[in-house]
């Protein structure tokens, strides 16, 4: 019963780790999950995917999904 | 349509002959083909750029890719789609992403293309960090 977390650029350098596996007791959603396995605020403007789709923090979560947490994307100007 | 997220530096120009070369239902169909490259600049918001590291995150980047491609063979009379894109560390000079459309005409060619390179820039999830002589910083997402 347990949830892959991953965190990618400067909130994986932030953070000092990129990857997790949390417990599911005591969470429902995605923002949950950063809670239990960040331990801080979640950064204004941080993107949230549940198993690779864009997600919102209040998305729903269950056992085996993957939850990752990201800075905006850079993929460049126009 | 193929899609491929690539590690080592490659040559846009033999990824698009060599898909072509490798597609021998396209002959005949296609009277247009429009081909977009990005390259590293060696210049950023006033900095010399020495390198850059692009982090991605593989499974989603490859899946959101494919949708974006999916989409574009969907809403344009095309024929093929090619996406190229580098991930790791990049030099100046290096191709970073190749988007190449195959479609009988010009219009739906450009179309595609310019609808390909704009949504996966702003879907796919891939990050910059670039060195500068400052040291290394991460590209914040630029202002429309």
Known sequence: MSITVRFF???????????????CKGITCAADVWGKSAGVPLPPNTLVAVNMEYARP?????????????????GGAR | ??????????DPWQEIAR????????AGKFGATVVFVGTLRDFNQGD???AMTLEHY?????????????????RWPIEDVLLVHRYGELQPNDPIVCVAVWAAHRDSAF??????????????????????????RWVEKEKD
Not at chain 2, 1 to 10: C, D, G, S
Not at chain 2, 58 to 74: I, S
């Open chain 1, 9 to 23: 650029a400067s909130i994986r350098e932030k953070l000092g780790k990129e990857q997790d596996i949390i417990e």
């Open chain 1, 58 to 74: 209040d998305q729903p979560v269950r056992d085996g999904d993957e939850v990752a947490f990201f800075p905006p994307v850079t």
């Open chain 2, 1 to 10: 349509m193929k899609i491929r997220l690539v590690e080592q530096a490659f």
């Open chain 2, 19 to 26: 898909h072509q070369s490798g597609q021998p239902a396209l």
């Open chain 2, 48 to 50: 010399a750029v020495q």
């Open chain 2, 58 to 74: 593989a499974p989603m980047t490859q899946k959101h890719l494919e949708r974006v491609a999916e989409e574009a063979l969907a």
């Open chain 2, 111 to 136: 179309d595609a293309c310019r609808y390909l390179i704009d949504e996966l820039k702003t879907r796919a999830p891939f990050w910059k960090q670039e060195l500068t002589e400052k040291g290394r």
